[in-house]
């Protein structure tokens, strides 16, 4: 077997794993049952996991006490506070052991100091301590008698569990949640038994610790998810992160999850596109090689399955924790094992379909697969009347659309004006440090291929022609175009180009001189800048934007990671600021309600796109079955393109 060490079980404790890829604790926002407790849904979302051959699936984050304020708190979090939530728990566990994987709850107090619900006041270790999105919310001190509590409430939801089916149980303790505020001298500024020196920083967890092995015993798995270092000035460093791992490995834990960052520096923890795979690796082989205990890595280990194999091979971590490439495709342990690495839909890190969605009050979904959270509900069914169906476009949306409609039985073609499939998609992963988004479109030009769907790239489609082909139905997927506001003076001139054409190549950076100023400074903008910083030409970047911030709607990691990607490039930010004229070395901007100019060679717009909403308009004059998906009903993100696509073909 190519993946073996990947597909090889392994212990932890007395517990065996069938394999070594194990399905990370990640919020599910909306999906429990009204009262907190695990629902039908989140037993179908686990279950698909299970189905699709991951060895051990943990749950998202379970609250196990009253003490912190959040039992209020329904989206991202599952309940556990009594026995009236072991019912549908021994469900969940029922299911995923007929598909032979084990099952762990990983039970939390909260998070502390991060959030704040209905106006309560957060509980953490200390007074005063700001919120993270919010810091005019401040913190109290949790009291001896809550602390108490909470250890109290650490046995007995470990009872319980045990009483459902679980077959192991993670404590959380990392990225700066309740219990690492009170491992850390950054938020926990105790004078009691509970701060100070290690011992008493660390005396919470403890205690939790052995609450639990009192009311399992000691034969029952125990995992500890920690942070060995947080990657943030006056967080926790390494040395003392070892520490901790030796401390818990003598407490008697079987297993060690290790994490990286806390929320001020997110990107750490949860990666996004822009960072580098396995980034989280090296940390995870210092802790290793300080313990003699089984270690899991997360971190951007899902998009090449031989980032994972190597890094079992090389001995620097036991297990392989997925996260989102488990919600972009369920089967990636099934796919990864019978060699079909190109059926893998890979996830594109953007976000917006997991993390913004649970942010956002919603249930936890994947842009690239939106059966994630509806497994049930979304199930792809034959077609009852097979049809032909013209799909014009050749985006994500079109491509989503053709996918679908070709699995239920429909004949299926693509046209493409270009000579390329990607749309949006090829200007998404122009970046260097983006180039894995175009692992989407390597997967549905091989999807496409594989069912049968005809693409006829280089076919531009009007009306006429669309009409002739005679389709049953019809998807227009035309995408949008970038905005080049007519009404600025001098924005045709030879010196100002759009970021398509710079992040396309279609401008090469040498010719834009030693003074660039980018327009716009949402997500294309910025990383157009950083894109053209990174060609090393030496130039001068300047962003103008007409807000008072940039990237104001980039999910809040990205933007973090942005922000500071484009400090430590020296690329200078200007906001409040609006272009209104082009000339020849200089721009004309209007800020604080003053005209200034600011020197530039080139200019290079990234204002937003336009749809191209005429062709859909004009064809559903006629009396044919038309569908429009994707930037041509409004230019948005990819993840609504692939919705829309994923449902258009759902429905035809």
């Keep these: ?152 409430d650490y046995g007995y939801a470990a009872r319980l569990a045990k009483a459902a089916g679980f077959d192991a149980i993670e404590i959380r303790a990392y990225g700066g949640y309740f219990l690492d ?99 989280q690796l090296e940390l995870v082989k210092a802790v290793k090689e300080v313990v003699k205990i089984p270690v899991i890595a997360n971190g951007n280990l899902g998009i090449d399955p031989e980032v994972a194999e190597r890094a079992l091979e090389a001995g620097k971590t036991d297990f392989i924790g ?11 342990p099934n796919k990864v094992r019978k060699g079909e690495l190109g059926n893998i839909k890979p996830c594109i890190g953007c976000m917006w379909g997991c993390l913004k969605r649970i942010f956002d009050g919603k249930y936890v979904s994947c842009a690239v697969n939106p059966q994630t959270g509806m497994e049930r509900e979304f199930q792809i069914e034959g077609a009852v009347v097979r049809k032909s169906v013209l799909v014009v476009g050749g985006g994500p949306g079109g491509m989503e659309a053709a996918r679908v409609a070709a699995l239920r039985g429909h004949r299926v073609t693509l046209c493409e004006k270009n000579p390329f499939l990607g749309g949006a998609l090829r200007l998404a992963s122009a970046p260097s440090f983006k180039k894995r988004m175009g692992l989407l479109t390597d997967y549905y030009a091989r999807q496409l291929a594989t069912l049968g769907v005809s693409v006829e790239l280089e076919r531009e489609m009007d009306v006429d022609s ?32 759009t970021a398509e054409e710079l992040l396309l190549g279609k401008v090469r950076a040498e010719r834009l001189g030693e003074r660039v100023v980018i327009v716009g400074g949402g997500e294309v903008g910025c990383e157009t800048a950083l894109h053209l910083a990174e060609q090393g030409g030496g130039q001068s970047i300047k962003i103008i934007e007409m807000l008072g911030q940039i990237l104001p709607e980039a999910f809040i990691s990205v933007k973090l990671l942005l922000e500071r990607r484009l400090e430590e490039s020296g690329i200078r930010v200007l906001c409040r600021t609006r272009l209104v004229g082009v000339d020849a070395g200089r721009i004309h901007v209007e800020a604080e309600g003053a005209e200034k100019e600011i020197d530039a060679d080139s200019v290079v717009l990234a204002m937003g796109y336009r749809s191209h909403s005429a062709l859909g308009e004009r064809l559903k004059e006629k009396e044919l079955e038309v569908y429009t998906v994707g930037d041509c009903n409004e230019p948005r993100v990819i993840m609504d393109a692939v919705w829309e696509g994923f449902h258009v073909g759902r429905m035809i």
């Design 322 to 332: 997925l996260g989102r490439p488990l919600l972009a495709d369920p089967e990636w």
């Design 1 to 152: 077997m190519r993946y073996k060490r990947l597909f090889e079980p392994r212990k932890i404790g007395e517990m065996v794993v069938p394999n070594r890829i194990v399905m990370a604790p990640m919020g599910p926002g909306t999906m429990q049952n009204p009262d907190g407790g695990f629902s039908q849904r989140l037993r179908d979302y686990y279950e698909a996991r299970a189905r699709g051959g991951v060895g051990l699936i943990m749950t998202g984050a379970t609250l196990m006490t009253r003490v912190t304020n959040c039992e209020g708190r329904k989206a991202g979090s599952t309940l556990f506070l009594d026995a009236t939530y072991v019912g549908g728990a021994s469900e969940l566990c029922d299911a995923v052991h007929r598909h032979g994987a084990r099952i762990c709850v990983q039970l939390t107090p909260g998070e502390g100091r991060l959030f704040s619900y209905r106006g309560e006041i957060p509980v953490a270790p200390s007074d005063g301590l700001k919120g993270v999105w919010n810091p005019r919310t401040l913190s109290r001190a949790a009291t001896k008698e809550e602390i108490e509590r909470i250890v109290r």
């Design 466 to 497: 669309i009409v002739g082909a005679k389709a049953d139905a019809v998807v227009v997927a035309v995408g949008a175009e970038p905005v080049v506001p007519a009404r600025v003076p001098g924005i045709t001139g030879n010196h100002v180009h």
């Design 181 to 279: 505020q009170f491992m850390s001298t950054l938020w926990n500024q105790r004078m009691d038994e509970y701060g100070g020196n290690l011992d008493g920083r660390l005396r919470l967890l403890m205690q939790a610790i052995e609450s639990v092995r009192r009311s399992v015993g000691k034969d029952f798995p125990l995992i500890v998810k920690f942070t060995p270092a947080h990657f943030l000035e006056g967080g926790r460093d390494l040395e003392e992160g070892l520490e901790i791992a030796r401390r818990l490995e003598k407490a008697g834990v079987d297993a060690l999850h290790v994490d990286k960052g806390c929320y001020e520096v997110w990107f750490h923890a949860i990666p996004p596109v822009h960072m580098p795979l396995a980034n």
